[in-house]
């Protein structure tokens, strides 16, 4: 079965150390992977997608995740949280259809 | 603004009335996606629309869920006889791509349905 696993729904970080969201998938086939962004009451935002191209990804704010097929995981990290990178965020992966499959998502908190 | 709209923002209804939900989405966006996100979920796929053709609504979760984009712009999404667990976020999004795996999906802010 094609699904995605976020495994933390609660990571605390202090303001200015790295960020790391762990997100696994199972797929029979290579999948295409995305991490999305939610703040509160606003619409989901895209931060990176992972479509079989370089394994190591950047996207927007800083932040980066990386394909690894032997691990299936697709993790998101930054090297330094921002209080403005408080945010629930979502794991996502392109099935064989035409929709996107979520993960349960991890709410981020950043501590000053 | 140039955004995926949605409206109402939030909606209260009483147990067995029918809702109706709207979308705007982005012009020219070839897909339209509707998700119900459920409190403290990740969300969950419900219908798929390229253009004015509803080519994927394996998601909704009964017959009481109805969703339309007669000319392949705006969409709405009908609940009748609404339940308790119809309670959710629904959440609207577009893509100028003919799949969702292979671009960027645009989100509303949601539509917040709290069935009393």
């Known amino acids: 079965a094609q699904s995605v696993t976020q495994l933390d729904s609660h990571v605390s970080v202090s303001e200015g150390t790295p960020v790391l969201l762990r997100c696994n998938y199972s797929?029979?086939?290579?999948?295409?992977l995305f991490w999305y962004v939610q703040h509160p009451n606003k619409g989901l935002q895209l931060l990176l997608k992972?479509?079989?191209?370089?394994?190591l990804v950047k996207g927007i704010n800083g932040f980066e995740a990386e394909f690894k097929k032997s691990e299936t995981s697709f993790h998101l990290t930054k090297p330094s949280a921002h209080m403005s990178d408080a945010a629930e965020y979502f794991c996502?992966?392109?099935?064989?259809?035409?929709?996107?499959?979520f993960g349960k998502g991890t709410s981020l908190l950043v501590t000053p | 603004g140039a955004g995926v709209s949605q409206s109402p923002r939030y909606k209260v209804a009483k147990r067995g009335q029918d809702v109706a939900l709207r979308c705007d989405p982005i012009?020219?966006?070839?897909?339209l996606f509707w998700y119900q996100q459920a409190l403290g979920q990740g969300p969950e796929f419900l219908t798929y629309?390229?253009?004015?053709?509803?080519?994927?609504k394996s998601g909704l979760p009964s017959d009481r869920f109805f969703a339309e984009r007669p000319e392949g712009s705006v969409s709405t999404l009908k609940i009748q006889r609404t339940q308790q667990e119809d309670s959710a976020v629904y959440l609207c999004?577009?893509?100028?791509?003919?799949?969702?795996?292979?671009?960027?999906?645009?989100f509303g802010e949601g539509s917040r349905l709290t069935v009393l």
């Open positions: 629309f390229q253009n004015e053709a509803q080519l994927d």
């Open positions: 996502a992966m392109g099935n064989s259809g035409y929709a996107l499959n």
């Open positions: 999004a577009s893509s100028s791509r003919l799949a969702a795996n292979t671009g960027e999906l645009f």
């Open positions: 012009s020219g966006h070839v897909s």
């Open positions: 992972y479509t079989s191209a370089a394994t």
């Open positions: 797929s029979s086939y290579s999948p295409s």
